[in-house]
């Protein structure tokens, strides 16, 4: 075996774990996800079917990762973070036909007790602040906050606030990585 699995996490057959991946306390991995290389795993995590975790993510104790999620390389969930997949469930309907699929991308942050709405997806290195109720698609690195959540700024890829000047430059004060913001976008120049 290639990853670390606590004894009293349940891995149902037809599951893929990644080597160096860790999953402690409690935590059920469900027939048909796919999870990365070298991933953290934390105390009573669910990872649904059909779920995909890339390399590298860190999913923090009390997640569920519901069918229809996928989750790039190097994204981080925190804290009792929720997921939905339904956009109007009810008990004594069936709508697993309508599964809406959330997209996190590489690098993205989604911060403790955060709700994601299904159909929505979480931009490249965006920062979603804790308690944040995000119900609309997040641009690469944004910083979001509050509910319903809007964007209160930008970070970088070490996760810190970017400050423009009037050319619309920034620098990383952790990497010192250059930003550009350009018609309300922010890509990295070097």
Request: aromatic letters at 8%; one cysteine or more.
């Amino acid at each position: 075996m290639s990853y670390f699995a606590h004894e009293t996490a349940v891995i149902d057959k037809g599951s893929q774990i990644g080597e160096g991946t860790k999953i402690w306390h409690f935590s059920h991995i469900m027939p048909n996800s796919k999870i990365g290389d070298r991933c953290n795993l934390g105390q009573n995590v669910v990872i649904s079917p059909e779920v995909i975790l890339g390399d590298n993510v860190k999913v923090q104790n009390n997640v569920s990762v519901y069918t229809g999620v996928v989750c790039e390389n190097d994204v981080f969930l925190g804290p009792s973070m929720v997921f939905t997949n339904v956009i109007n469930p009810r008990s004594a309907v069936n709508r697993k036909s309508e599964f809406k699929q959330t997209l996190v991308k590489q690098g993205a942050t989604i911060g403790a007790n955060a709700t994601v709405i299904c159909g929505n997806t979480i931009g490249e290195y965006a920062l979603i602040g804790a308690g944040a109720v995000v119900t609309k698609d997040v641009q690469a690195y944004a910083l979001v906050v509050g509910n319903p959540s809007k964007q209160i700024g930008w970070v970088s890829e070490y996760g810190h606030r970017l400050m423009f000047d009037e050319k619309g430059c920034a620098v990383c004060s952790e990497s010192n990585q250059v930003y550009q913001l350009e018609d309300n976008h922010v890509k990295r120049v070097k």
